[in-house]
């Protein structure tokens, strides 16, 4: 019986604490949780609680690769090299300069206008500024296969054709300020090679384009050159034997003399991995009265030296 009676008595305590502390909290003001967005929640003592999932771990971020340094390959090729040369090689996953030789000496462009004309003419297809379909002045061929003439085979009557639906003065104007590429005068066909990299670093990109049609198109007339009456790939892209090098040539050859006034190379090669994927950098080689063999040869030694570092 005393164990009933002990039991009860310390109900009716409890009863009594709740109804006492039923009557307190009626009397306090209290700030509830406000969810808004699950980020945080507020209470009146000014303190901000995380609102906090154990099983939502942060990403982790993506390992940069080790970076390779083409110096010495820069170094010892121009040693090899009579002529003006310049050299720039732009690790493409870490965004920065590996490699370089006499940046800032300007050049004739040849046919590497051709890389400002086709940007910007890829743009306006994407934007439906152009009708990609219609015809390219008197060339014959349509906008899109003007676009891919002028970098596949180098097709001058194209890129000509759209320079002037562009504007020289227009192109000029959207290459420095929209692009901010700013040492190039394109109209007078000056460039160098940090100019010309940065023009390929958008390619790369493609931030004023992402029609999958587009860059499939753009992609394999960078890749895919064939031998017409010219080898466009007799320089840079024959030195590699398993990179995949998307590459545009400039040159201006001298009959007379059987030299090359001019002997210019810019790609995105892409080194493959044994995992799968690819270690990707911009290349660009920029010449006067060099011959297209040692640019070539130059490829090979950039080649064998990623091999190198891989072991």
Same mark, same amino acid.
């Given at each position: 019986?005393?164990?009933? #009676? ?22 306090? $003001? ?19 609680? #995380?609102?906090?999932? @154990? ?7 993506? @390992? ?23 050299? =720039? ?30 940007? *910007? !003419?890829?743009?306006? +297809? ?15 061929? $349509? ?20 320079? /002037? ?5 227009? =192109? ?7 692009? *901010? ?7 007078? =066909?000056? /460039?160098? +090679? /940090? ?30 050159? @064939?031998? $017409? ?19 545009? +040539? !400039? ?5 007379? !003399? ?17 995992? !799968? ?12 009265? +060099? ?12 080649? $064998? ?7």
């Amino acid at each position: 019986m005393r164990r009933r #009676a002990d039991t009860g008595k310390i109900l009716g305590l409890t009863l009594l604490g709740v109804l006492i502390l039923g009557g307190v909290i009626t009397g306090l $003001t209290l700030s509830w949780p406000i969810i808004s967005g699950g980020s945080s929640t507020s209470y009146d003592n000014d303190t901000t609680v #995380a609102d906090e999932d @154990p099983m939502d771990e942060p990403e982790e971020p993506e @390992p940069l690769p080790v970076e390779i340094d083409f110096q010495p390959v820069i170094d010892s090729w121009v040693t090899t090299v009579g002529g003006n040369k310049s050299v =720039l090689i732009y690790d493409l996953k870490l965004d920065k300069v590996v490699g370089e030789y006499n940046i800032s000496e300007d050049y004739n462009t040849a046919s590497l206008y051709k890389l400002f004309v086709v940007y *910007e !003419g890829y743009k306006r +297809v994407n934007t439906d500024e152009w009708d990609g379909k219609a015809k390219a002045g008197s060339t014959g061929y $349509t906008i899109n296969k003007c676009l891919d003439l002028a970098i596949r085979e180098s097709y001058s009557p194209c890129a000509e054709t759209l320079w /002037s639906l562009i504007g020289h003065d227009a =192109l000029d104007t959207i290459i420095e300020t929209e692009w *901010e590429i700013v040492d190039s005068d394109i109209s007078k =066909l000056t /460039s160098n +090679v /940090s100019d010309i990299t940065k023009i390929m670093q958008r390619f790369y990109v493609h931030p004023d384009f992402d029609n999958p049609e587009l860059l499939t198109a753009m992609w394999d007339s960078f890749l895919n050159q @064939p031998a $017409t009456t010219y080898d466009w790939r007799q320089g840079l892209p024959s030195g590699f034997t398993e990179a995949s090098v998307y590459n545009k +040539v !400039g040159w201006d050859y001298n009959p007379d !003399g059987k030299y090359w006034n001019i002997y210019h190379d810019t790609a995105i090669v892409k080194f493959p991995l044994s995992d !799968g994927t690819t270690r990707d950098f911009v290349v660009t080689v920029m010449t006067n009265k +060099v011959d297209y063999k040692y640019i070539k040869n130059f490829g090979k030694m950039l080649e $064998t030296y990623f091999k190198e570092t891989q072991n």
